[in-house]
């Protein structure tokens, strides 16, 4: 069973930085693509960035200089560190799995996600 936990969400400033991170167990995250979500209240979810099974990172066009995706296959962990944080990054944050080593944006192609991590910027 896959079971997703994420952690590192917290309430910053702008301009301040926050290192998200989500630990697996069930699933083997050198093989799959991996990605990180959020959801802002009356938003839906968008992707934020994703890593592939070969490692190619893609991001959205608004956090692309500013986040960084990235895995530790040893540890199975996925992290998302984030720098010069703005209120608009204000949203839920869900670690996802996929069962295929490419994928799209869409949530459709994880079938596992974490409970999710909030993270607050203030202005």
């Known amino acids: 069973q896959v079971h997703l936990v994420e952690s590192g969400g917290d309430s910053v400033q702008a301009g301040g930085s926050l290192r998200l991170s989500c630990v697996a167990s069930?699933?083997?995250?050198?093989?799959?693509?991996m990605g990180w979500f959020r959801q802002a209240p009356g938003k839906e979810r968008e992707e934020v960035a994703r890593?592939?099974?070969?490692?190619?990172?893609r991001y959205v066009d608004s956090v692309k200089g500013r986040f960084t995706i990235s895995k530790d296959n040893a540890k199975n962990t996925l992290s998302l560190q984030m720098n010069s944080l703005k209120p608009e990054d204000t949203a839920m944050y869900y670690c996802?799995?996929?069962?295929?080593?490419?994928?799209?944006?869409?949530?459709?192609?994880?079938?596992?996600w974490g409970q999710g991590t909030q993270v607050t910027v203030s202005s």
């Open positions: 996802a799995a996929s069962t295929w080593p490419y994928c799209s944006g869409s949530p459709s192609d994880f079938p596992y």
């Open positions: 890593i592939d099974g070969d490692g190619a990172t």
């Open positions: 069930g699933v083997t995250y050198r093989r799959y693509c």
